[in-house]
């Protein structure tokens, strides 16, 4: 069974600081993404890592994928009010089919 | 067009109530699926429907019962559902095959009183 484990499960911070959110598994995947979540709303795809060690950036969020391809990490600097939500990793899952599954998510609070 | 439509925005249903939700995407993409979402847990994935057809239902009960008439509309009919069943239902399309990239809608909130 490929799972997902991610951490911390919340984060609540003031406006400037930095944080580190993981996604680990036992698992090899071919790729890993993630998403962020606002309330009410659906998922919104951030990034795909593809390749071990693979380290991408967009913005203040840094996202590395692990050499061995089992975990990943999203960075962000200075968070922002704004970059408060449900920030979820997610992995294909085969099995009898090809399908998206999520870690328990990272429920992400900044205030100013 | 990169939208996944989903509606409706709202649903409040009684437990005799039949109710459909429907999806609508037209960016070609092949696989559509359908997530529950409860508040501050993850999606849970229900259904995936690749090239039109159910590759994968998640052991969901049969009063759920997806339907997909073509490439670019998805629906998931209700019948019968439980107070538990209430929750954010998520539709997603991605490209297909190995390409899990995938794009939700907005989502419907369904109660079930």
């Known amino acids: 069974t490929q799972l997902l484990e991610q951490s911390p499960q919340f984060l609540s911070i003031q406006e400037g600081e930095n944080l580190t959110v993981y996604c680990n598994s036992s698992s090899v995947f071919s790729s890993l993404q993630w998403y962020r979540q606002e309330p009410g709303e659906g998922p919104v795809l951030l990034v795909t890592v593809v390749t071990g060690g693979e380290v991408k950036k967009l913005k203040r969020l840094t996202f590395q994928f692990g050499d061995a391809r089992k975990d990943s990490s999203l960075h962000i600097t200075a968070a922002q009010p704004g970059d408060t939500g449900l920030y979820l990793c997610a992995g294909a899952r085969s099995q009898a089919g090809t399908a998206l599954i999520f870690g328990k998510g990272t429920t992400l609070s900044v205030s100013s | ?113």
Request: charged share 20%; hydrophobic share 30%; proline share 6%.
């Open chain 2, 1 to 113: 067009d990169t939208e996944v439509t989903q509606t409706p925005k709202h649903l409040v249903m009684g437990m005799t109530n039949k109710k459909s939700l429907k999806c609508e995407q037209h960016m070609g993409h092949r696989a559509m699926y359908w997530y529950k979402q409860k508040a501050k847990k993850p999606p849970e994935l229900m259904f995936v429907y690749s090239y039109e057809k159910l590759s994968i239902n998640e052991s969901v009960p049969s009063r759920f019962s997806p339907e997909c008439p073509n490439s670019s509309l998805l629906n998931l009919h209700l019948h019968a559902l439980q107070p538990e069943d209430s929750a954010l239902y998520l539709c997603a399309s991605s490209r297909g095959r190995a390409n899990t990239e995938a794009f939700f809608g907005q989502g419907t909130r369904l109660t079930v009183v």
